[in-house]
């Protein structure tokens, strides 16, 4: 049978292992003679899976003591609320970076908390590149990032810097956590969906320094404090049990290949493959500035009108290869090379590129 590569932008492709780890939770979760399904949150077995969930990611992350990790529900999208509510000081105002469709929805949430200065955006040419040198304002609490760009395959490859205490770093990394090293103690609040680099949706991760999580500038409702779920490990309410558990096999899977560092290396090798290929191929060309183009999401377009987007997305089906269409608002095609494509994947795809190339141009 033919492979089939699931180049989908989230909920994307997983590790083999963490599939086998999720059906075999399915089925009896570590020799308890149940399903995980079906198990209390409040049960040793899982009670010891979300504390070993944590410690494998902050071994991999290498997260400092002084961070708390939580498991919430409510997906990124809740977190351009919870930003907010929990940090922004009445009367106060955030730093914003704009730089596609995910941070415009994180100022939108902000602004009904309070005040947003948009210190730089792309928004002048669709978003093909990161705006660079971008300082935070004098007083403002916060500067929020979007780490990697899922739609318009932008990625920082260098973290603004922040040279007042007061103020701190925030970053959406749901489309490049675990993607690289990175270091943590740069940031005062990281956020990520689980659905692209770690498992299933349903849970998402909130590293945060612990000196913030006892910030109380408002009256908000229990379930959106972030010291509620710290206070709790997790566990205020019924958590994502399962999501997890296929969370933690897939840290398990990332540390049986060498870690973040290799990890690294490995996404960066088949990142330039694919741009290679882009650049080479009369046919194609990627709509992003060289330099900030994303490990993780590959946008590319046609050179010319001339062909149609179905003819090479079809082509691409019957090759299994799928998922490549470009989101909505951009057109073209989107490879999201995560964690989990292997190799062989990005080579399949180009390929097939390439043939498309011979026969058509
Ligand atoms: N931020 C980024 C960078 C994303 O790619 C996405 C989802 N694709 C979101 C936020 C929203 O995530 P969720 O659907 O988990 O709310």
Same mark, same amino acid.
């Given at each position: 049978m033919k492979p089939i590569y699931n180049f989908s932008a989230g909920p994307a492709c997983l590790p083999q292992p963490a599939i086998q780890g999720a059906r075999e939770a399915i089925k009896d979760f570590q020799g308890n003679g149940i399903s995980l399904l079906e198990m +209390?949150?409040? &049960?040793t077995p899982v009670v010891t899976l979300f504390e070993e969930t944590t410690n494998n990611l902050r071994n991999l992350l290498k997260i400092p003591d002084n961070y708390d990790v939580i498991w919430l529900q409510g997906g990124a999208s809740t977190q351009f609320s919870m930003v907010p509510m929990n940090l922004?000081?009445?009367g106060g105002f955030a730093d914003y970076i704009d730089t596609g469709s995910w941070s415009a929805k994180a100022i939108v949430e902000c602004k009904r908390v309070g005040g947003v200065n948009i210190?730089? +955006?792309?928004k002048d040419s669709l978003y093909s590149y990161i705006p660079k040198n971008v300082k935070p304002l004098d007083d403002s609490s916060y500067l929020h990032i979007t780490? $990697? $760009? !899922?739609?318009?395959g932008t990625q920082f490859k260098e973290y603004p810097q922040i040279y007042n205490d007061k103020c701190f770093l925030v970053a959406d990394? +749901? &489309?490049?956590?675990?993607s690289q090293p990175i270091?943590? &103690? =740069?940031?005062g609040l990281i956020y990520a969906g689980a659905? =692209? @680099?770690?498992?299933? #949706?349903?849970v998402t991760l909130v590293i945060i320094r612990s000196d913030l999580v006892?910030? @109380?500038?408002r009256d908000i409702p229990t379930m959106m404090r972030y010291s509620t779920h710290v206070t709790k490990d997790s566990m205020f309410n019924t958590p994502p049990v399962f999501s997890v558990c296929v969370v933690n096999e897939t840290l398990k899977w990332i540390k049986s290949i060498g870690g973040l560092d290799q990890m690294k290396i490995i996404n960066e090798d088949k990142a330039s493959l694919l741009y290679d290929e882009i650049d080479r191929n009369i046919l194609f060309r990627s709509p992003v500035d060289k330099g900030d183009r994303s490990t993780m999401n590959v946008p590319f377009i046609f050179n010319? @009108?001339?062909? =149609?987007d179905e003819k090479f997305l079809t082509f691409c089906e019957e090759r299994?290869?799928? !998922?490549? =269409?470009?989101?909505r608002s951009v057109g073209g095609f989107r490879a999201s090379?995560? $964690? #989990?494509?292997?190799?062989s994947g990005v080579t399949a795809l180009i390929a097939a590129m390439m043939e498309f190339e011979r026969l058509y141009s």
């Open positions: +209390s949150h409040r &049960s922004l000081p009445e210190i730089g +955006s792309s780490s $990697n $760009n !899922t739609i318009y990394m +749901s &489309s490049d956590i675990l270091d943590v &103690s =740069k940031f659905q =692209k @680099n770690m498992g299933p #949706a349903g006892e910030i @109380n500038h010319d @009108n001339h062909h =149609k299994g290869l799928r !998922t490549l =269409k470009g989101h090379i995560y $964690n #989990a494509m292997p190799v």
